[in-house]
């Protein structure tokens, strides 16, 4: 590897070689850079080769006169990405886009929506052909990629569907909520040679992303955290509360922390017959520990996004996602990270900014970044997921279960 090739991450927005990425910041605050070109045809499928497991290649070219993209799905999220690519496709580009990255989103086209409602298509894009079927959509509308934010249970067979038809995929979170499945869109986003990358907007919210410089600059040292995440149900949402909200702040605290070693349920209640309210007690390889708290039950209107950091030297930090606020001992700090993000970003429009650029061939005058979420950190998240999934189901679940002793049920070592 060429030393002098470890460029400063806010230089560019490449993806890395093919395969599966759950990406939310191509541009890396840590310089985690893998340095390295990809040397494959512009548009073509081809067999990428020197490694064992060779993969046909379809990443866009920079040279290419549109991007047309799909979207299935047509609830909140749903909507939010149609409006954000729209967005885009008009140019409102922001100094932090590089390598042309102003020029690529120019070239988004939505060539089509899909959701079980067609009013709702109509509704919301009346100007676009409108599908029922995703296969149908996939093989009419002919996207270079497409966005899935349906519900958590169509997200494995609709993205394989992509999947094997050589589109580029990206899931709103969670991807999946089982190892096994993950393994199966792993190898069809590999052997297709397309991405697939999972939505985590949290990653993209100014301050997560201060936090994270900080933390990487050792401008704090960690003592304990906590995350809160709390409001009244929303009746939409088919999940329990486990697979919709933890996976927000069990992704943020590898982000922040590092890789999850140790972790159990420390409480969980049951209400209306589904989990609403549990926490969740983690161990990191840094040796930091904290909690995840989330919860349906409790009545307060306003939405409560946030984490406590409780520091060695005795200070503590306040990081409020819904307003993007950050404070340490009560005082105000800039969320702003000069050429990264700006305080008051649309973050799902500055996340599917990355897609595009993950997609697309890198300039060869760029270094190409390995995306920061890596795929050992999907496994682990799913993993994670999976077990505290099938904890809150196991037989003698009562509405409020406490910690209880170690044992291979309750507490996993990893």
């Known amino acids: 590897m ?26 890396n605050p840590l ?18 080769q020197g490694s064992k497991d060779s993969h046909v290649s379809r990443l866009l070219s920079r040279d290419m006169g ?22 885009l496709a008009k140019g409102e580009s922001e100094k932090y886009y590089k390598s042309g990255l102003d020029t690529q989103i120019r070239k988004l086209e939505l060539c089509g929506l899909c959701d079980p409602d067609p009013e709702k298509s109509r509704r919301l894009a009346p100007d676009l052909p409108c599908f029922t079927d995703w296969q149908v959509l996939l093989a009419k509308a002919s996207p270079d990629f ?8 169509t997200h494995f067979p609709m993205a394989l569907q992509s ?21 199966i869109l792993n190898d069809a986003a590999s052997s297709n040679g397309c991405r697939l990358i999972s939505g985590h907007v949290e990653r993209y919210n100014p301050v997560a992303i201060k936090l994270r410089t900080m933390l990487s600059e050792k401008l704090i040292d960690v003592a304990g955290y906590r995350f809160q995440r709390s409001q009244p149900r929303d009746a939409r949402i088919p999940d329990d509360i486990v697979t919709d909200k933890i996976v927000h702040d069990l992704d943020l605290a590898q982000y922040f922390f590092g890789a999850i070693i140790y972790y159990h349920m420390v409480n969980s209640k049951r209400a209306d017959g589904r989990i609403q309210e549990a926490t969740v007690f983690l161990r990191h390889t840094s040796g930091v520990e904290g909690t995840l708290f989330v919860s349906w039950l409790i009545q307060d209107a306003r939405k409560c996004r946030e984490i406590r950091i409780s520091c060695r030297d005795g200070s503590c930090m306040l990081g409020d996602f819904a307003d993007k606020k950050l404070t340490m001992d009560g005082k105000a700090l800039s969320c702003d990270v000069p050429s990264w993000v700006k305080p008051d970003n649309n973050q799902i429009k500055d996340e599917l900014a990355d897609f595009v650029s993950y997609c697309i061939l890198p300039d060869p005058d760029m270094p190409v970044f390995q995306p920061l979420l890596q795929t050992w950190e999907i496994k682990d998240s799913i993993a994670i997921i999976e077990d505290l999934v099938r904890w809150t189901q196991s037989p003698g679940d009562t509405d409020c279960r406490q910690e209880q002793e170690a044992d291979d049920d309750k507490i996993c070592k990893r």
């Open 163 to 183: 999947l094997e038809a050589g589109v580029h995929t990206f899931v709103e979170k969670p991807l999946v909520t089982k190892l096994g499945e993950f393994k």
């Open 31 to 48: 310089s985690r850079a893998i340095c390295q070109f990809l040397e494959v045809p512009i548009r073509e499928p081809v067999m990428e």
């Open 2 to 27: 060429d030393s002098d090739r470890v460029a400063n991450p806010v230089t560019a927005r490449n993806g890395a070689a093919p395969g599966v990425c759950s990406l939310s910041a191509i541009h």
């Open 146 to 153: 497409v966005v899935i934010a349906s519900p958590t249970e």
């Open 66 to 87: 549109r991007i047309r993209v799909a979207v299935a799905g047509l609830g909140k999220m749903g909507t939010y990405h149609v409006q954000a690519l729209r967005r």
